[in-house]
């Protein structure tokens, strides 16, 4: 394994073991940050596409989903948590049905569009979502 996936690797294993400094929200947002910065990996380094970064893509995105199965809205956010959750499945459904196919085909012009457009959107409304249901 080469030292730029060691280093991926091991990130992603340290925020997994991370202990809950904020709430389970602000980890979370740290779990897609994780899950986003793999993808991008994925997209942006061409050379460095193997099976284990494809298989840190899902891994880091099932991740987020484990997690937001187990955690309960706060009280008075259920409206805002409903949608969190709604956006993550809309927005991972397009990784790994649109995005991740256009990288693997490298079909630049199109992840970037998918990536720069709807994704992009929906990234910045579920950090969003959890800064209201922080509050």
């Given at each position: 394994m080469n030292s730029s996936r060691v280093a991926t690797?091991?990130?992603?294993i340290l925020i997994?073991?991370?202990?809950?400094f904020g709430s389970e929200f602000?980890?979370?947002k740290e779990e897609i940050k994780t899950a986003?910065?793999?993808?991008?990996?994925?997209?942006l380094y061409r050379e460095k596409r193997?099976?284990?970064q494809f298989k840190l893509v899902k891994d880091t995105a099932d991740l987020v989903s484990e997690h937001l199965r187990k955690i309960s809205?706060?009280?008075?956010?259920?409206?805002?948590?409903?949608?969190?959750?709604?956006?993550?499945?809309?927005?991972k459904k397009t990784?790994?049905?649109?995005?991740?196919?256009?990288?693997?085909r490298n079909d630049r012009a199109r992840y970037e569009k998918i990536g720069a457009g709807i994704q992009k959107d929906r990234l910045e409304r579920m950090y969003a979502l959890i800064d209201i249901i922080e509050k």
């Open positions: 690797a091991s990130a992603f997994s073991a991370m202990p809950s602000t980890v979370l986003r910065q793999a993808l991008v990996h994925l997209a193997s099976p284990e809205p706060p009280a008075k956010k259920a409206v805002e948590f409903k949608e969190l959750k709604e956006t993550w499945a809309a927005f990784r790994e049905e649109e995005l991740v196919p256009a990288i693997q």
